[in-house]
T-cell receptor, first 114, second 110 residues
Framework: DAGVIQSPRHEVTEMGQEVTLRCKPI?????LFWYRQTMMRGLELLIY????????DSGMPEDRFSAKMPNASFSTLKIQPSEPRDSAVYFC????????????FGSGTRLTVV | GDSVTQMEGPVTLSEEAFLTINCTYT??????LFWYVQYPGEGLQLLLK?????DKGSNKGFEATYRKETTSFHLEKGSVQVSDSAVYFC?????????FGGGTRVLVKP
């Protein structure tokens, strides 16, 4: 398996623009997580899905953020409109129900909003 | 809410020195515990894990023991190498929700 695949690796956008981050989890994993990493706040869980259904979105900072998982092999995190304070590295992770092998993280998307 | 506390870095060591990174958790019951490592410009990689009290996780010379009585999961390595320079994250999993500590940057000098 190629692991958790995120795209793009880097994104630079202007304030006010819409940004869409993409994630392909490991095949067979039924949990998918979106995290944000910043120097100030460390790693924050934004939202997670089980079997494509959002379970906990309490970490989503505000209404400008939305996440979807239309099928078992694809998820998106959208920010609209983007702001400079959204600049961070966004990670996607997936895991299987039994968590025997832990959570597998993607390489992340580094977002810069100017 | 649940939280994980780990020692602040950076930790600077010489090659072949002994490394300890302290980690404590607050979740009640028996959470699963993990150590992840993040190399520059990369995502987090699972280093080791333990799922019940007194379990010892080990990998690549690193070890950590699940101590229920002290709610701790300290990471140790007997002889570090320059290639161990990275940021290390302790994490607890309650159900399927993973909560991370703030990370500890380790720098190993030759």
């Amino acid at each position: 398996d190629a692991g958790v695949i995120q795209s793009p690796r880097h994104e630079v956008t202007e304030m006010g623009q819409e940004v869409t981050l993409r994630c392909k989890p490991i095949s067979g994993h039924d949990y998918l997580f979106w995290y944000r990493q910043t120097m100030m706040r460390g790693l924050e869980l934004l939202i997670y899905f089980n079997n494509n259904v959002p379970i906990d979105d309490s970490g989503m900072p505000e209404d400008r953020f939305s996440a979807k998982m239309p099928n078992a092999s694809f998820s998106t995190l959208k920010i609209q409109p983007s702001e400079p304070r959204d600049s961070a590295v966004y990670f996607c992770a997936s895991s299987a129900q039994d968590r025997v092998y832990g959570y597998t993280f993607g390489s992340g998307t580094r977002l810069t909003v100017v | 809410g649940d939280s994980v506390t780990q020692m602040e870095g950076p930790v600077t060591l010489s090659e072949e020195a002994f490394l300890t990174i302290n980690c404590t958790y607050t979740a009640t019951g028996y959470p699963s515990l993990f150590w992840y490592v993040q190399y520059p410009g990369e995502g987090l990689q699972l280093l080791l894990k333990a799922t019940k009290a007194d379990d010892k996780g080990s990998n690549k010379g690193f070890e950590a023991t699940y101590r229920k009585e002290t709610t701790s999961f300290h990471l140790e390595k007997g002889s570090v190498q320059v290639s161990d320079s990275a940021v290390y994250f302790c994490a607890e999993a309650v159900g399927n929700k993973l909560t991370f500590g703030g990370g500890t940057r380790v720098l190993v000098k030759p």
